[in-house]
């Protein structure tokens, strides 16, 4: 690839040269690895959350009784867990042996978490398996530790899928980069008011922003697809998660 040119900034004005944290550095390498070497794609969804929003307000402070300080985001994660569970090309890697794919019979999510020190992805294991509150718990103490530089390695490590969500921040919707081994991330933005037509009437639904890249080596259009379709009907009804 050609490289960019050095450039001398200083000459069209004042500038000021910080170095790279080790994490920034750590960043820089592996996004660019993954950007080259995966050919992504990336399909956008919106859904519904108009009931999960309600619910979540329903229970938010017999949640904070409880200690739980309830999002959207364990919700998302609950709903992507369950479809990774019912859809095993995005639980799944390309083995470096370029012959076989790896598919898993574990569901671990990695976190994207905005810290000051630059960008960390902790990783909920086993996500399949646990509550909304148990979610909750586990991501707000991992993303507290990712603040505060006390992750170990190993919870650093196995992502199988994972989750971008600038619910928090905003935004209309970006192209989250797929953290290779991982075959696919979800990318969530901050979700909106918008009238959306009933049949007879337009009606206010919240709606959230849903981006789904994935690497079309091991995933086709139809089968993210029909993954994103999943996750949009769980999201837009969370009774369904319990089927
Ligand atoms: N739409 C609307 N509101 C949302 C939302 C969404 N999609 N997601 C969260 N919110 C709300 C929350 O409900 C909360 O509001 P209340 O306090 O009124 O309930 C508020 O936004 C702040 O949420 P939060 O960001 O503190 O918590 P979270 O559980 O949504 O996210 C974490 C936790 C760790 C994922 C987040 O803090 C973070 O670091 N996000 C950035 C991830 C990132 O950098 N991604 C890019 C990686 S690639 O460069």
Sequence with gaps: IPAIPAVDFSQFGEIEKVKLSKIDKLTRDNMARCWLNIPHVTQFDDADITELEAFRKEVKDEALKSGVKLTPLPFLIKAAALALTRHQKFNASLDADGEHIVYKKYVNIGLAVDTPNGLMVPVIKDA???????LSIEAAELAAKA?????????MQGACFTISSLGGIGGK???PIVNAPEVAILGVSKADIQPRWNGQTFE???????CLSYD?????????GRFLT??????????RLLL
Excluded: C, Q
């Design 128 to 134: 399949d398996k646990k509550s909304v509150y148990a």
């Design 230 to 239: 999943e996750l949009n009907a769980l999201l837009s009804d969370i009774r």
């Design 204 to 210: 206010p639904r919240l709606m959230l922003p849903l």
């Design 173 to 175: 919707g970006f192209t």
């Design 147 to 155: 603040k505060d530089r006390k992750l170990k390695p190993n919870e």
């Design 216 to 224: 079309h080596r091991a995933i086709n259009g139809g089968d993210a």
